[in-house]
């Protein structure tokens, strides 16, 4: 149920904010882990209209010319455009000799494969293109027909045609004993080095891209561990897009902790049975089932969105693909009119601000429970320069830090709040105040706010942010 601070501020009420103290300890000589410069990811998926979350937003059919589109997701750049879901799994390549079983809505023509890949290619993204792994095959114990997968990839080289990975499957792991799924990964791999001789410019591996069953994971990545350049597993950490309680939930640290554990989980059983793999997070939202309207595709998902982000890449991940660019209720852009949700700006400010090298911090046990924080090397700053980013969601209090473990002066501050004073279910966010909008198909400025050394970092009640410490002298960040 909900809880009655979090009701009232769902209906406006808002007490006046009381102030807390609390400390973060910085170990800024070291590196906890160097993540990718395509973290910040993202998906589409092959949804067909019918389903109304999803109108006009599947894979086959979205407008990849729109040029509000196209403007935004270069801005997020260079990450990865995966393209999966559930009917991955059904979609049929219309090349060779599979014309007779190419049927709409489930085939994917070569004409719209260009538009696909130039799409990848005028953004500036990677695209990890998922492969029906069911195709031709008869029950969970036989192989896949690896020979529809094989005129794609031959045509794609012929044509050289850009592609950055290929998934093989999606959320199989009840429709493939595992033994046999990881010999299939060991074909793929034996037909994308052939068809791309030239390690140069061959397409990645990765895979399986199913829910965090431990089980069917150590049991498959013995067989296909060798073959993968990504172990990509999925989590919609916080609960069900069905769930009435979703929104407590979401702005409760106890229900976000579900992806540490996971993402923790996960890393440990990669290290010990694919060490040479890297670790995705190949779909994720806070909510699954589409994620729930008004709760997912708002303010309040930045929460989740922040601490998925944080804890993954603190954790062993190069790259956290977003469930979804466009479609369904957790879009980070509106399928109708292309216009960011409150997550495209916290995953473009992350993208700007937050850099490869993560480094660990630790959060005073006073406010555990309410705050979390994650810091890295600044991206584009001067040697030595960290960002910490923070989540607070301590409904009435503000929360003071002090920040242990580098050194203090200037810094420059990102408080992202929502954009109606207490809904945090509004589908508007405010950067310091400032309401953030496209204005004649630009991005507003997103610049920070300069704070003097001898002022504390204060978070409001239920906010996110950044703050970029510029005289830090982080050895790790040197």
């Known amino acids: 149920m909900l809880t009655l601070a979090f009701a009232l501020l769902l209906c406006g009420a808002v007490a006046a904010a009381s102030s807390i103290s ?27 209209n ?18 509000l589109l196209v403007y935004l997701t270069s801005q997020l750049s260079p990450g990865h ?24 809505p489930f085939c994917l023509r070569m004409s719209r494969w260009k538009e696909l890949i130039n799409f990848t290619q005028v953004t500036g993204t990677k695209l990890a293109f998922g492969i029906n792994a069911m195709y031709g095959r008869k029950n969970r114990s036989s192989h896949f027909d ?14 050289k045609l850009p592609v950055a990975a290929f998934e093989f499957g999606n959320e199989l792991n009840h429709g493939i004993d595992p033994q046999v799924y990881g010999e299939d990964f060991a074909t793929m791999r034996k037909m994308i080095n052939e068809i791309w001789p030239d390690e140069s410019n061959r397409p990645q591996l990765v895979g399986p891209d199913i829910g965090t069953d431990s089980s069917y994971f150590e049991d498959f990545l013995p067989v296909a561990g060798p073959y993968l350049n990504a172990t990509t597993y999925h989590i919609y950490a916080v609960g069900r897009g069905t769930d009435a309680d979703l929104p407590a939930h979401m702005a ?21 049975t694919a060490p040479n793999s890297e670790l995705w997070l190949g779909e994720g939202a806070a909510a699954s089932h ?3 309207a008004g709760a997912t595709n708002t303010f309040l998902s930045g929460f989740w969105y922040m601490n998925a982000l944080g804890t993954t890449a603190t954790h062993g991940h190069t790259a956290l693909c977003r469930q979804a660019l466009v479609g369904g209720n957790y879009e980070l852009l509106n399928k109708t009119t292309f216009m960011p949700n409150p997550d495209y700006y916290t995953a473009l400010l992350y993208r700007r601000l937050m850099g490869q090298k993560m480094l660990e911090v630790t959060v005073s046990s006073n406010i555990n429970d309410s705050f979390a924080a994650y810091a890295a090397c600044a991206n584009q700053g001067s040697p030595g320069e960290i960002v910490v980013a923070f989540l607070n969601l301590n409904t009435t209090e503000s929360i003071e830090i002090s920040l242990t473990g580098i050194a203090s002066g200037p810094r420059e501050e990102f408080h992202l709040t929502t954009g109606e004073e207490g809904n945090y279910r509004s589908q508007e966010m405010l950067l310091n105040g400032n309401l953030l909008q496209i204005k004649d198909g630009k991005l507003p400025n997103l610049s920070g706010m300069n704070v003097t050394g001898d002022t504390p970092l204060v978070a409001q009640p239920m906010s996110y942010g950044f703050a970029l410490y510029k005289s830090a002298a982080a050895n790790a960040c040197m």
């Open 81 to 104: 455009l995966r393209i999966g879901g559930t009917d991955e799994d059904r979609i049929v390549f219309d090349i060779g000799d599979s014309h007779q079983s190419c049927v709409d």
């Open 50 to 67: 019918g389903t109304p979350a999803w109108t006009n937003s599947s894979v086959l059919i979205v407008n990849l010319t729109n040029p």
């Open 22 to 48: 609390g400390a973060l300890k910085l170990n800024a000589d070291d590196v906890a882990f160097t993540t990718s410069p395509s973290f910040v990811s993202f998906n589409f998926d092959w949804w067909p």
């Open 146 to 159: 690896p020979s529809n997968a094989e005129a794609l990839m031959k045509y794609t080289a012929q044509e």
């Open 252 to 272: 409760s640290l106890k229900y976000l902790q579900r992806q540490t554990d996971e993402a923790l989980s996960m890393l440990a059983i990669v290290k010990k």
């Open 290 to 292: 589409s994620g729930l």
